[in-house]
């Protein structure tokens, strides 16, 4: 793995390539990178909170259940940037990496998802830059989640010159991200081995019940709805 802090036995290219992780964790991690990115995520997070009062005012009942939001860290950007044998530098990090500023919007029921993102798609300040739908068509692992990819202005007296940084929002129901956050923890970032094959095979049982849940709640909220509005008749 990278930064290996023995130097002996290392060959030249190894200790450039030290040299390089170095340099980048002292770029991405310092305040100027960083800035705009949490700049961003705020000014995300305040958008979803308006759009959340709005909306659960006008459909009476609550329409996101939490927001969260991160940069994503100098060690973890490193590691992506590696895994992806992208160039080890600050500027690759920003063009390359989607998810340096990272907004979770969680939401009640699955066709809230969609709506939050069509919502965000129709807000005309945000550049469009790749919506991936892991509700439709999620991953091997089970995981579900749409991952929205929009450039977001910042203001220009937060950080360095740019006007605007890529973020990505995942919007999910509250059933894909009790499982996501338990897989994430135990299966996502560790090595997968024989011994946890079966272990993953539990988790995509269980991505399929938390399917079967979201849509079953759909089902029951349209049914309350329709048993509120004969009664109000
Ligand atoms: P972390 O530590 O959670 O931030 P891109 O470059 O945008 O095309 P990217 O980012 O390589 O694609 O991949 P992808 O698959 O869209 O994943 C983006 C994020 O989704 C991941 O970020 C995870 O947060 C989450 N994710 C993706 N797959 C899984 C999964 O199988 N299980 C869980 N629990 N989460 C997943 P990072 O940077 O990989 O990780």
Not at 34 to 51: F, V
Not at 123 to 151: C, M, N
Not at 184 to 201: A, G, P, R
Request: aromatic content about 8%; charged content about 35%; proline content about 2%.
């Amino acid at each position: 793995m990278v930064l290996n802090d023995s130097k002996e036995g290392r060959s030249g290219t190894d200790r450039q390539f030290d040299d390089e992780c170095v340099l980048f964790l002292a770029a991405v991690g310092s305040e100027s990178f960083r800035a705009p990115y949490e700049e961003a995520c705020r000014s995300i997070r305040e958008k979803l909170e308006q759009i959340n009062e709005e909306l659960s005012r006008r459909m009476g009942r609550r329409f996101i259940k939490s927001i969260e939001s991160r940069v994503k860290s100098p060690r973890s950007c490193l590691n992506k940037m590696v895994d992806k044998k992208y160039e080890i530098t600050g500027q690759t990090a920003s063009e390359r990496l989607n998810d340096i500023a990272g907004v979770r919007a969680v939401c009640f029921f699955l066709d809230d998802v969609y709506k939050l993102a069509d919502i965000l798609l129709g807000t005309p300040e945000y550049e469009f830059i790749k919506l991936k739908d892991y509700v439709k068509k999620p991953k091997a692992s089970g995981y579900q989640s749409l991952h929205l990819i929009l450039r977001v202005p910042f203001d220009r007296t937060a950080g360095r010159g740019t006007e605007s940084v890529k973020v990505e929002i995942q919007i999910r129901t509250q059933a894909m991200d009790f499982w996501s956050d338990i897989e994430h923890h135990f299966i996502y970032k560790e090595v997968t081995d024989d011994d946890l094959s079966e272990v993953e095979e539990e988790f995509l049982k269980c991505a399929k019940s938390v399917r079967k849940i979201d849509k079953q709640m759909l089902k029951i909220r349209k049914k309350i709805l329709r048993a509120k509005r004969a009664q109000a008749q």
